[in-house]
């Protein structure tokens, strides 16, 4: 079993910057994409950034140029840097991890975290 926890949201005026992270744990071998998804009330789940295992990183078009991911392999851990928020960028954001494990052996599976709440005023 493997467990994503997410942490670092929070309520920000339009301007400021928010550094969500999101650490894995359990039964892990490797952790192959990271990502950032969002969920805005009323809306669909979408994609906000992903970063691979050896680095490579891409962005939805609404956030590139403001929101940087990154990860700390050695911790399990993904982050988002989130600069110059907008009122739009307000939502719950959740970490979406692709996780080879260790128990069941070779196994990969796919992992939410429980969602953190990003609200950007205006």
């Known amino acids: 079993q493997v467990q994503l926890v997410e942490s670092g949201g929070g309520l920000v005026q339009a301007g400021g910057s928010l550094r969500p992270s999101c650490a894995a744990s359990?039964?892990?071998?490797?952790?192959?994409?990271m990502s950032w998804y969002r969920q805005a009330p009323g809306k669909q789940r979408e994609l906000v950034a992903a970063i691979t295992s050896t680095g490579s990183t891409s962005y939805v078009d609404s956030v590139k140029g403001r929101f940087t991911i990154s990860r700390d392999n050695a911790k399990n851990t993904v982050y988002l840097q989130m600069n110059s928020l907008k009122p739009e960028d307000t939502a719950v954001y959740y970490c979406?991890?692709?996780?080879?494990?260790?128990?069941?052996?070779?196994?990969?599976?796919?992992?939410w975290g429980q969602g953190t709440q990003v609200t950007v005023s205006s």
């Open positions: 359990g039964n892990i071998f490797s952790i192959l994409t």
């Open positions: 979406y991890a692709v996780v080879a494990t260790t128990q069941p052996k070779g196994d990969v599976r796919a992992y």
